[in-house]
């Protein structure tokens, strides 16, 4: 497996998004892809009850806990590499959580623009 290089989409070094649930297609806390992340987790947001719920309706529920899978649920205001695609899509139904830029893979860019991600940006100065 050949990761991507760890770049955020400012062009800097890629900065962890969350341990705790530790996130990312690679579960190493940070929005890391290779070729095999077909879903492209490369958005690290802030999870919010909207969303959680947004995604539990599009059938990817989050916040139920499978501890089979160690995977503790998210609650909100946890960090999660999520899906680009699916960031776009609860964006245009007006239900998209907040964007940590300097975590999110520069790769999310081939499918969000980088100005819209800005706009929900809790990173910038």
Not at 6 to 21: D, Q, R, Y
Not at 29 to 39: L, Q, S
Not at 51 to 80: Q, V
Not at 111 to 122: C, D, M, S, T
């Amino acid at each position: 497996m050949e990761i991507e290089k760890p770049i955020n989409v400012l062009g800097e070094k890629l900065e962890t998004c969350s341990m705790e649930p530790k996130t990312g297609f690679l579960r190493d806390g940070c929005c890391n892809t290779c070729k095999e992340d077909f879903g492209s987790h490369t958005v690290c947001v802030e999870a919010t009850q909207t969303f959680l719920e947004f995604s539990r309706f599009k059938g990817n529920d989050l916040a139920t806990p499978i501890p089979e899978f160690g995977f503790p649920g998210l609650k909100e205001g946890d960090g999660w590499c999520l899906c680009a695609s699916r960031w776009l899509e609860a964006h245009e139904q007006g239900m998209a959580p907040r964007v940590k830029l300097r975590s999110t893979h520069i790769k999310a860019t081939e499918i969000v623009p980088i100005e819209l991600l800005k706009k929900y940006a809790i990173d910038l100065n």
